[in-house]
């Protein structure tokens, strides 16, 4: 395994440092290594999302009204998030 130093201000690392106190994690490297897991799950559902939505232009078909279009798009959005076991942050819209 690699070893990587990295900077963090203040409140990061505290938040880093409480996540191991409360248990929940072993050490600062678990916390890292979770956080970053987090982050790829997240961007392979956003690259998910993009294929979907590259498919859909290509297609240059739909009876679909705008509305409609992005509610299923929020919807697959959901689907994908849920899958990678990512929380749904719909304050974003």
Partial sequence: ????????????????????????????????????????????????????IQLGLDSRVSSRTPEELREYAHRRADEAMKRNGLADDRSRR
């Fill in 1 to 52: 395994m690699a070893t990587m130093n990295i900077s963090l201000p203040d409140k990061m690392k505290e938040w880093v440092e409480q996540q191991v106190a409360r248990g929940r994690y072993a050490n600062a490297s678990d916390v890292m290594r979770d956080v970053i897991r987090e982050r790829q799950d997240k961007d392979a559902a956003l690259e998910e999302l993009r294929a979907e």
